[in-house]
T-cell receptor, first 114, second 116 residues
Framework: DQQVKQNSPSLSVQEGRISILNCDYT??????FLWYKKYPAEGPTFLIS?????DKNEDGRFTVFLNKSAKHLSLHIVPSQPGDSAVYFC?????????????FGTGTRLQVTL | NAGVMQNPRHLVRRRGQEARLRCSPM?????VYWYRQLPEEGLKFMVY????????ESGMPKERFSAEFPKEGPSILRIQQVVRGDSAAYFC??????????????FGPGTRLLVL
């Protein structure tokens, strides 16, 4: 049962343009969402997060949007740079009253072309 | 400020042998999580530990897998009698001691286990 889904396995975007990565979830108990970036042979690197009490969070070139009614979130990267080429994972956690595990999507491979 | 350390980075074992994976959390972090990534898949939660305590092991296979986080030293993920299906990348993450639910987890570089 894949509770966090990233339906696009890959995405190609031209340098300077906007990259939009999408993520859907099925578990309505999730209330904290994160995006991680991963290069080959390295561990995931935290990018940005959002709590379910918000619908937008911005950090530099990265913005995450959350649509709770649609159980959908997206990561926008503007402008895209070649160094952004990596696999992006969406992750979610749910309220258990204490620190808790993350449930990951299967990832989207972003290729930023010159 | 060292990040999460994992060793070894690569580990080759023959079927039936034991694999021991080590994780040292970031300085000041006392919560450790282990995740496994099979080829072409996302990361799957295995176990969450604090010092000397297993908090959540709902993702651990019932047999052959165990984890510990002793008072002194790194966290250890131990796989006994490895099988080819155990071949994967194993990632450790840590978060600060506050244990707040919405803390960010920071990941190590992973250990890539290959079972021949």
């Amino acid at each position: 049962d894949q509770q966090v889904k990233q339906n696009s396995p890959s995405l190609s975007v031209q340098e300077g343009r906007i990259s939009i990565l999408n993520c859907d979830y099925t578990n309505s108990m999730f209330d904290y969402f994160l995006w991680y970036k991963k290069y080959p042979a390295e561990g995931p690197t935290f990018l940005i997060s959002i709590s379910s009490i918000k619908d937008k969070n911005e950090d530099g070139r990265f913005t995450v949007f959350l649509n709770k009614s649609a159980k959908h979130l997206s990561l926008h990267i503007v402008p895209s740079q070649p160094g952004d080429s990596a696999v992006y994972f969406c992750a979610a956690s749910r309220n258990t009253g204490t620190a808790s595990k993350l449930t990951f999507g299967t990832g989207t491979r972003l290729q930023v072309t010159l | 400020n060292a990040g999460v350390m994992q060793n070894p980075r690569h580990l080759v074992r023959r079927r039936g042998q034991e694999a021991r994976l080590r994780c040292s959390p970031m300085k000041g972090h006392s919560h450790v999580y282990w995740y496994r990534q099979l080829p072409e898949e996302g990361l799957k939660f295995m176990v969450y530990l604090q010092k000397e305590n297993i908090i959540d092991e709902s993702g651990m296979p019932k047999e052959r897998f165990s984890a510990e986080f002793p008072k002194e030293g790194p966290s250890i993920l131990r796989i006994q009698q490895v099988v080819r299906g155990d071949s994967a990348a194993y990632f450790c993450a840590s978060s600060p001691r506050t244990g707040h639910r919405q803390e960010t987890q920071y990941f190590g570089p992973g250990t890539r286990l290959l079972v021949l």
